[in-house]
C-alpha cells in the first residue's frame, strides 16, 4: 500500500488511523482540512482540488478527509481506500465526550480554543447537529462513490467499529494483507 486514502464522519478516529499509518509505513500524511482552512479562509474548490491534486500525484501517500466531492483526485488515484463506517450513536457519543474534553480545557489545539458551548451543542449548525445531518444525507451518495471507487480498481476497506480498526491495525503491523479482516465494500448501507 503506497497511497491511502482514509475519510468518514467526525470523531471516527481517521486524523488517529492516518497518523498511525504514516508512522508504520513511512509514507507522508496530509489532513485535507489543514489544506483547505487556512488563515484566510476556507480555499476556493478549484485551488482546494489542484493541492490536493498535487499530492496525491506523488508515489507515496496517505491523505485524510471528509471531501467526497475530492473523490476523483483523491479516492481514484489510492491503492486503498478506508472508509470509517461506524453506527451513529457511537459518533455522537464520540463528539460529546470530545467536546466537553475540549470545552473543559484538557485539549490546548486551535480547534479546542475555538470551540464553544454553542458551537458544540447549541446552535443550528453544532457540530452535533451537523454530524447528525450530515451521516444521514451523505451516507447513501457514499455508498455509490465508494463502489464507483472499488470499480476502478481501488481496494475498499470498510470498517465498522473501532473494534475492526483495531484488527486491521493488528494485520497491517504484522505485514499481512490489508484486506483480511475487515468488511469488504458492499453497495448497501
Given at each position: 500500500?503506497?497511497?491511502?486514502?482514509?475519510?468518514?464522519?467526525?470523531?471516527?478516529?481517521?486524523?488517529?488511523?492516518?497518523?498511525?499509518?504514516?508512522?508504520?509505513?513511512g509514507?507522508?500524511?496530509?489532513?485535507?482540512?489543514?489544506?483547505?482552512?487556512?488563515?484566510?479562509?476556507?480555499?476556493?474548490?478549484?485551488e482546494?482540488?489542484?493541492?490536493?491534486?498535487?499530492?496525491?500525484?506523488?508515489d507515496?501517500?496517505?491523505?485524510?478527509?471528509?471531501?467526497?466531492?475530492?473523490?476523483?483526485?483523491?479516492?481514484?488515484?489510492?491503492?486503498?481506500?478506508?472508509?470509517?463506517?461506524?453506527?451513529?450513536?457511537?459518533?455522537?457519543?464520540?463528539?460529546?465526550?470530545?467536546s466537553?474534553?475540549?470545552?473543559?480545557?484538557y485539549?490546548?489545539?486551535?480547534?479546542?480554543?475555538?470551540?464553544?458551548?454553542?458551537?458544540?451543542?447549541?446552535?443550528?449548525?453544532?457540530?452535533?447537529?451537523?454530524?447528525?445531518?450530515?451521516?444521514r444525507?451523505?451516507?447513501?451518495?457514499?455508498?455509490?462513490?465508494?463502489?464507483e471507487?472499488?470499480?476502478q480498481?481501488?481496494?475498499?476497506?470498510?470498517?465498522?467499529?473501532?473494534?475492526?480498526?483495531?484488527?486491521?491495525?493488528?494485520?497491517?503491523?504484522?505485514?499481512?494483507?490489508?484486506?483480511?479482516?475487515?468488511?469488504?465494500?458492499?453497495?448497501?448501507?
Amino acid at each position: 500500500m503506497r497511497k491511502i486514502a482514509l475519510f468518514g464522519p467526525p470523531a471516527t478516529g481517521k486524523s488517529t488511523l492516518a497518523r498511525w499509518l504514516s508512522a508504520e509505513l513511512g509514507h507522508p500524511h496530509t489532513d485535507l482540512d489543514d489544506l483547505l482552512f487556512t488563515p484566510d479562509g476556507p480555499l476556493p474548490l478549484p485551488e482546494f482540488r489542484r493541492q490536493a491534486g498535487e499530492i496525491t500525484r506523488q508515489d507515496t501517500w496517505i491523505v485524510e478527509g471528509n471531501f467526497s466531492k475530492l473523490a476523483d483526485v483523491v479516492w481514484h488515484r489510492a491503492d486503498v481506500l478506508v472508509w470509517l463506517d461506524f453506527q451513529l450513536p457511537l459518533i455522537m457519543y464520540r463528539i460529546v465526550r470530545r467536546s466537553l474534553y475540549q470545552l473543559t480545557g484538557y485539549e490546548d489545539s486551535p480547534q479546542a480554543r475555538r470551540l464553544t458551548w454553542s458551537k458544540a451543542f447549541f446552535s443550528r449548525r453544532s457540530l452535533l447537529r451537523t454530524a447528525i445531518r450530515k451521516y444521514r444525507n451523505n451516507r447513501p451518495r457514499y455508498v455509490q462513490q465508494v463502489s464507483e471507487t472499488a470499480d476502478q480498481g481501488v481496494k475498499v476497506v470498510r470498517l465498522h467499529s473501532p473494534r475492526e480498526v483495531r484488527r486491521w491495525m493488528e494485520l497491517m503491523k504484522g505485514g499481512e494483507s490489508h484486506s483480511r479482516g475487515a468488511t469488504r465494500h458492499t453497495t448497501g448501507p
